[in-house]
């Protein structure tokens, strides 16, 4: 199947750390990704993963990979108010062409 | 310069009507996407095309027209409008397996 899950809703205080979490499920996925959508607005790329990575860092951002549980994960460090946003996971469906599979999304509420 | 543009933002129209929504973009991408966002916020992919052929063709009613004049434009449209069309519609373009850069969407509403 194409189900890509991840949870509805999380808020968390300004300067807390948020995770939000993601199961995907093509086992041959080479990259995963994490968008965010402000309201109104397009996606925007936050960050990758390549399939062969358990970690990576990117400033306020990490990002997990458990291969073996189709799990991914973004932390958010010093959460913001200007980090209220859709977040969407989405994995590169296999084959040829470049398909990728957005997650259901995951709506942060930063609290101030 | 903005990397991928649609047109129109927005769009209004009645059941029945037929439209087009325009995207282009100038990011030397060689693939480009339609994805359409339902009122939940799902998002999934309808058509994608590279270097001016469909290569993706989803399970999409066949009133959604496709057609690609270059590999910068990618336009949508739709022929005989109904309500359940009513969604944002989102174009996007990548490089070979690479992210995709989105525009910032057109919001349909049909009455």
């Known amino acids: 199947g194409e189900d890509v899950e991840q949870s509805l809703f999380l808020s968390v205080r300004e300067g807390d750390s948020s995770v939000i979490n993601c199961t995907y499920t093509d086992s041959s996925s080479t990259y995963l990704y994490w968008y965010k959508q402000e309201p109104g607005a397009g996606l925007q790329l936050l960050t990758y993963i390549f399939s062969n990575m358990d970690m990576k860092q990117d400033q306020r951002l990490t990002v997990l990979l458990n291969k073996k549980d189709k799990h991914l994960s973004l932390r958010i460090a010093d959460t913001q108010t200007g980090d209220s946003a859709i977040y969407f996971c989405?994995?590169?469906?296999?084959?040829?062409?470049?398909?990728?599979?957005f997650g259901t999304g995951t709506l942060l509420a930063v609290q101030p | 310069d903005t990397a991928v543009s649609q047109t129109p933002k927005y769009l209004v129209t009645q059941m029945g009507n037929d439209k087009s929504i325009k995207c282009e973009q100038n990011?030397?991408?060689?693939?480009m996407y339609w994805y359409k966002q339902d009122s939940k916020k799902f998002l999934k992919i309808m058509f994608s095309y590279n270097n001016k052929e469909l290569i993706i063709n989803e399970t999409v009613p066949n009133r959604f027209s496709p057609k690609s004049p270059d590999k910068a434009h990618l336009n949508l449209h739709i022929n005989s409008l109904e309500l359940g069309d009513s969604a944002v519609y989102f174009c996007a373009s990548s490089q070979d397996k690479g992210a995709y850069t989105f525009g910032s969407g057109t919001r349909l509403t049909v009455v």
């Open positions: 989405a994995e590169s469906y296999g084959g040829a062409t470049n398909k990728l599979i």
């Open positions: 990011l030397g991408h060689d693939t």
